[in-house]
């Protein structure tokens, strides 16, 4: 029996497929599922258990998610990403010289 989901503002309708656990613990996700989740061989999941079962993410929805809050995080701030990333360069140049006397703008390094 399809069963209704909406995260957002997107619906998503779901059958509900039973998979057996071969000897490894290994599933195999059926082919309609991995199709719509743009899953290939090789590909990374997470998997987490949650109150209802196993939950199993595309990693890249994960990083994407991560990324999100990031942004919304910087954003709070009144940072942008670019500035973010020149302070990382300005820390480093500055640890650079501090522990190994080195100039990262010297071009002779």
């Known amino acids: 029996m399809p069963e209704s989901m909406?995260?957002?503002e997107?619906?998503?309708v779901t059958q509900r497929k039973l998979v057996?656990?071969?000897e490894k613990g290994q599933?195999?996700?059926p082919a309609d599922l991995r199709k719509r989740l743009g899953l290939k061989k090789?590909?990374?999941v997470a998997v987490e258990e949650s109150p209802e079962g196993?939950?199993?993410t595309p990693q890249e929805v994960v990083a994407a998610k991560a990324?999100?809050?990031i942004?919304?995080?910087l954003r709070e701030q009144g940072i942008s990403l670019d500035e973010l990333i020149e302070s990382g360069r300005e820390i480093r140049g500055d640890l650079l010289r501090e522990l190994y006397g080195i100039d990262p703008n010297s071009e002779s390094n």
């Open 27 to 29: 599933i195999t996700l």
């Open 71 to 73: 942004g919304a995080i």
């Open 20 to 22: 057996r656990v071969q």
């Open 67 to 69: 990324l999100d809050e």
């Open 10 to 12: 997107i619906e998503m």
């Open 42 to 44: 090789g590909d990374l």
């Open 6 to 8: 909406t995260f957002g």
């Open 54 to 56: 196993v939950l199993i």
